[in-house]
């Protein structure tokens, strides 16, 4: 070979070696740094090109700062779906694209959310793990008091028409450590949302509170259905699991007692619209007497009359009788209970004012009569017959008050007692006697 064609193919030769070394340098990576906003071991990508396995994508390098790469080398020759997956756990960004978002085009906005880069798209790319922004910045905070923590709950989520109200398909909310859960929804929402909590599966019931005065679920019809609502600019929310009031406060305890035979009582008053088949039903005790557990406690007045088997008490009689169970009362047409927030548990006898036994059942001719009754502190027995002890028992068969005495006629003192309807034991010589009481 001359000098000349040696020249010539050494040209040819570093042209070939330029060219290759071009198209190695064109032959870019692709570059994703994705931000974990909380503490992780491992970062991966998933998707069909690794058939949705959590553990079968690239992993990422983690730049020590919060933020992982993963560096694709080459860049994939044509367009990529995946999700991240951090620690095993393969994000979800359905709620996201519901609230706005559009980290995940590929998406039914209710079964599936996913990421996808372009081969238009640049080589260089940044996103964030479960959320379609940067972790600092915030979006809107719904936090949850969960009242009751025994056992303590594993999933707080929420639910609603953008859920199609599938207890299971809202977000899910993190866990502060002291029985609240905080969601972030980021983006905020663009419009009204419509919402309820669920708790370990479970979705609140709201009804009974709206029914009671509460205003927590302002999307009701006071009887199938009661949702929260987020309106749009009204910010963070805290907000109680299944009722309206703060943890804290009380429940309130209805004791009835009736008469007679029952098979189903329970309240009526203006917030169920009078109807007598939609306030709350009692519990029967068992011994003649029905608990009704409001809970919590009514936020207002809570003006109510009882109904047996269907039956609305009528208590205009006894008001005009000197009783003062019913004062909301025109002693003519209407007689109502009322209870006033603070006043604390409540017992009465159903369709009237008194207990059902006024005065102590004769036994062996002792003559005992008690009075007044019912009555917050002195009950004044007189008797015949010297009465030698005095046993007062609750509702349950607690012992709760004994005397022993030589007198036919005792001031009894029962300041210390609880509200409620109580059985009193009068015992003389050869006899005993039993009759219910009421402490208000």
Do not use: H
């Not at 979800?92 to 906005?109: E, F, H, K, R």
Request: aromatic share 10%.
């Amino acid at each position: 070979m001359n000098t000349k064609n040696l020249l010539k193919f050494r040209k040819a030769f570093l042209l070939i070696i330029g060219l290759c070394l071009f198209a190695v340098s064109y032959a870019q990576n692709l570059v994703i740094t994705t931000e974990v906003c909380a503490p992780a071991t491992s970062v991966r990508l998933t998707g069909p090109w690794w058939n949705w396995d959590p553990t079968g994508g690239p992993v990422a390098t983690s730049n020590g700062n919060g933020t992982w790469t993963f560096t694709l080398s080459p860049a994939p020759t044509a367009d990529m779906e995946y999700l991240l997956v951090v620690d095993g756990v393969q994000e979800n960004l359905i709620s996201a694209m519901q609230n706005g978002g559009t980290c995940a085009p590929v998406t039914d906005y209710a079964n599936y959310a996913n990421r996808k880069w372009l081969t238009t798209q640049p080589l260089t790319i940044t996103n964030t793990y479960g959320q379609c922004g940067p972790c600092s910045n915030q979006g809107l905070l719904i936090t949850v008091a969960v009242c009751d923590t025994t056992p303590s709950p594993t999933s707080v989520r929420m639910t609603g028409p953008f859920w199609n109200w599938d207890p299971n398909a809202g977000p899910i909310a993190t866990s502060n450590g002291n029985g609240t859960w905080t969601f972030n929804l980021f983006p905020v929402p663009t419009a009204d949302m419509e919402y309820l909590i669920s708790v370990d599966g479970v979705q609140e019931n709201l009804i009974s509170d709206m029914q009671n005065g509460g205003t927590c679920a302002p999307v009701t019809d006071y009887f199938n259905y009661a949702n929260r609502k987020w309106i749009v600019g009204s910010g963070n929310v805290n907000i109680n699991y299944n009722r309206c009031v703060p943890c804290e406060y009380p429940d309130l305890i209805i004791t009835t007692e009736v008469c007679d035979s029952a098979t189903q009582v329970n309240l009526t008053g203006p917030i169920w619209q009078w109807n007598p088949a939609f306030g709350p039903q009692a519990v029967n005790n068992g011994n003649g007497t029905w608990t009704f557990t409001i809970s919590p406690a009514p936020t207002d007045t809570l003006e109510y009359l009882l109904v047996k088997n269907g039956v609305m008490e009528n208590l205009v009689t006894d008001m005009i009788n000197g009783g003062g169970c019913a004062p909301l009362t025109d002693y003519s047409t209407y007689a109502n209970r009322r209870w006033i927030i603070g006043q604390g548990a409540v017992s009465n006898t159903y369709d009237r004012c008194s207990p059902c036994a006024l005065s102590i059942e004769e036994n062996n001719q002792m003559d005992v009569s008690i009075y007044p009754n019912p009555t917050n502190s002195i009950f004044k027995l007189t008797s015949t017959k010297a009465i030698e002890k005095i046993e007062i028992y609750s509702l349950v068969g607690e012992l709760v008050y004994s005397l022993e005495t030589n007198k036919f006629v005792v001031d009894l003192d029962i300041s210390l007692l609880e509200a409620g309807i109580y059985t009193i034991s009068v015992n003389g010589s050869n006899s005993n006697q039993n009759a219910r009481i009421i402490k208000n």
